[in-house]
């Protein structure tokens, strides 16, 4: 249990170097006027940092008495990872 923890930690500071440009232009959603979807987009990126935060802390309080919490709550922070990746992927190869 805790080399998984240590991984996927790992892992998600990892994703925080490209985390950071992508962040930054982010902002050139407003470009276009302010709208609904532009502020969801910029929210929904700029909550990863926070997300990685608050799950690495409550995993690593329930990883011996809850450990499927443990594991769930660890988890969250990789739908931002797989998300990116499939966006990097579908660029790339497109």
Not at 13 to 24: A, K, M, Y
Not at 54 to 78: D, E, G, H, V
């Amino acid at each position: 249990m805790r080399a998984y923890l240590i991984i996927t930690q790992i892992v998600y500071v990892l994703c925080l170097i490209p985390w950071l440009p992508i962040w930054g232009l982010s902002f050139m959603s407003f470009d276009g006027g302010f709208s609904f979807y532009n502020i969801l987009f910029v929210i929904i990126i700029s909550l990863y940092p926070v997300a990685v935060i608050a799950c690495t802390i409550l995993s690593w309080i329930f990883r011996k008495k809850r450990k499927t919490a443990a594991i769930i709550i660890n988890l969250i922070p990789m739908l931002w990872v797989v998300g990116l990746t499939l966006v990097l992927f579908t660029f790339r190869f497109s």
